[in-house]
């Protein structure tokens, strides 16, 4: 221990730049397991569509018309703000989001968690995942 005390005295930039990385190491850490804990792959999105999950696109209505996951009920990112008054029966059911690629529905989950939706999750890599596995896409008549 005397050593350890020794070294951070002799070399503080060295100890101080060690110390940053493990706090940072251990942040990145922390992330990355509460994103992949509230989300999901397209398996997992099927298995809750059959147990009658509310699925969520957020992407643009335009987008939506052009493809999207079979029963998704398109939402723009705005109105996540209001969701929780407009699916209120949905609170303690699962609710799965999508966008593309994944990232902005990260936020509307936080936002659905926030409004008290205790099974918000979001499919993991967004449509452009779930078109990479070959499941069908519906497109809008």
Avoid at 68 to 81: F, R, T
Wanted: aromatic residues 8%; charged residues 20%.
């Amino acid at each position: 221990m005397d050593k350890l005390l020794q070294y951070f005295t002799a070399h503080p930039l060295l100890a101080g730049s060690a110390v940053l990385a493990i706090v940072v190491l251990v942040a990145y850490e922390a992330r990355n397991r509460t994103m992949s804990a509230a989300s999901i792959t397209s398996q997992d999105l099927i298995r809750l569509m059959n147990q009658g999950a509310l699925v969520l696109d957020i992407r643009k209505p335009e987008e939506f018309a052009q493809g999207h996951v079979g029963g998704a009920k398109n939402l723009s990112s705005e109105k996540i703000l209001t969701a929780g008054e407009d699916f209120k029966k949905f609170k303690d059911k699962p609710v799965v989001v999508y966008c593309d690629s994944g990232s902005l529905a990260a936020a509307a989950v936080r936002q659905l968690q926030a409004q008290g939706f205790t099974k918000a999750f979001t499919l993991r890599g967004g449509l452009s995942g779930w078109r990479a596995e070959n499941l069908p896409v519906k497109k809008a008549a």
